[in-house]
């Protein structure tokens, strides 16, 4: 899953957002320095991604896109799946999109101590272009696959897979409605299950 659900499976606790969000940028025994609700975040995070990438509905909506790109379909998933959410937010938070954005960059902001340096040169576009609000439209989604593109090491184009999304958009809204109710239960188990393992108290 990308930035917005991952925030949005947080599920308000701070820490574990902190962790959700530099999940990527932590390697090995690097773990361990970070305070147990932060490592918590981390590994719900991971958790989290290994969950998505074995659902039979997201490799669903990735076979539409593996004919054309390949195994960046599953960074474009990701994607996708961040624009229904924040299409749909108000379906899954009585906090509007944008408080929402705003409060987790406030969030992330308050544990610069915690936030990896290559993150910290992400987290700086993240809010200059505030990626969280900007995903719920169509707009919004181009520029981050745009910027995916240009990033990538080959020719990905991701950036041409909106037309995939337009246009399955239905089709692919309804699979992302059922795969979100698995998500969110699998990511309140796991989170729970992680508090009782390693935080008995």
Known sequence: MNFLAHAYLSFGQEEI???????????????????????FGIRLHRDIDNFTDSHSLVKQVQS?????FGHYSRVISDIFFDYFLAKNWNNY??????????DSYRILSSYPQELP?????????????????AYRERVGIQAALDGLSRRARFDSKMNESTQVLWEKEEEI???FFAF??????FAHTTLANLSLTHDPT
């Open 17 to 39: 957002l902190v962790g959700n969000f530099i999940a990527d940028f932590v390697r090995g025994k690097e773990l361990e320095k970070y305070p147990k609700k932060v490592q």
């Open 180 to 185: 979100f109710e698995d998500l969110e239960t």
């Open 64 to 68: 539409f896109l593996i004919p054309r």
């Open 93 to 102: 938070s009585d906090t509007a999109l944008e408080q929402f954005s705003l």
């Open 173 to 175: 809204e309804a699979i």
């Open 117 to 133: 340096e290559a993150f910290h040169r992400m987290f700086y576009w993240m809010q200059t272009h505030n990626w969280l609000y």
